[in-house]
């Protein structure tokens, strides 16, 4: 089955900077990966997804990156906010036409923005 | 408000009693799904229904039960709960089909420690 590791599993950025979180899966068949932000207290949320046919996909502060030959994915968030820390979690499936995807999840990563 | 929701939210239990954590959408979506979230673990999916009647175990089924008797509800059971069952516990639904109809919407958790 599909297996995602994450990294790192902690990260510590001061407000403004910029944050990197990767992921990478091992299954090639794999078409999907979303990532969801988890703030305490609250159940993941997804925040941005890519699939295989592209390579990059932003929104405002975020973006995701997909390397497929290498099967390699990240997180950027730009211009860090204290609102920015929270638990991210990547993840990847296949996605077959018609119907919802089975997640495999990574193991998180902690994001502290300190000001 | 389109949501997701679990109860108890938290539930301190012993060895052996037998429990049942609801989940209800009230979104309509043919895709149900329990996780449980472990530190260092990330999300391991437990169980999941693709639709009413239709379940299936996930990566950790072992010591739990699902149904889906009817659309909104999934109910999670642990018929003779062990300490190792201690842990965060998150519902989730997802509609059927499409590209852009993948996002899991989480409930916000049960914490559950058994003793």
């Known amino acids: 089955g599909e297996n995602v590791e994450q990294h790192p599993s902690t990260l510590s950025v001061q407000e403004g900077d910029s944050a990197v979180i990767k992921c990478t899966y091992s299954?090639?068949?794999?078409?999907?990966f979303p990532w969801y932000k988890q703030e305490l207290g609250k159940g993941p949320q997804l925040i941005i997804d890519?699939?295989?046919?592209?390579g990059e996909k932003k929104d405002q502060r975020i973006a995701v990156t997909l390397n497929k030959t290498a099967k390699h994915f990240s997180l950027h968030i730009t211009e860090t906010q204290p609102e920015d820390s929270a638990v991210y979690f990547c993840a990847a499936s296949i996605e077959p036409a018609g119907t919802a995807s089975k997640l495999t999840f990574g193991t998180g990563t902690r994001l502290q923005v300190t000001l | 408000e389109a949501q997701v929701t679990q109860n108890p939210r938290y539930l301190i239990t012993v060895t052996g009693k037998k429990l049942t954590v609801t989940c209800s959408q009230n979104?309509?979506?043919?895709?149900m799904s329990w996780y449980r979230q472990d530190p260092g673990l990330g999300l391991r999916q437990i169980y999941y229904s693709m639709n009413v009647e239709v379940t299936d175990k996930g990566d950790v089924p072992e010591g739990y039960k699902v149904s889906r008797k009817e659309k909104r509800n999934f109910p999670l059971i642990l018929e003779s709960p062990s300490p190792n069952q201690t842990s965060l516990y998150f519902c989730a639904s997802s509609p059927r089909g499409g590209e852009s109809k993948n996002e899991q919407f989480f409930g916000p958790g049960t914490r559950l420690t058994v003793l």
């Open positions: 979104m309509n979506h043919e895709y």
């Open positions: 299954d090639s068949a794999s078409n999907y």
């Open positions: 890519i699939r295989s046919n592209v």
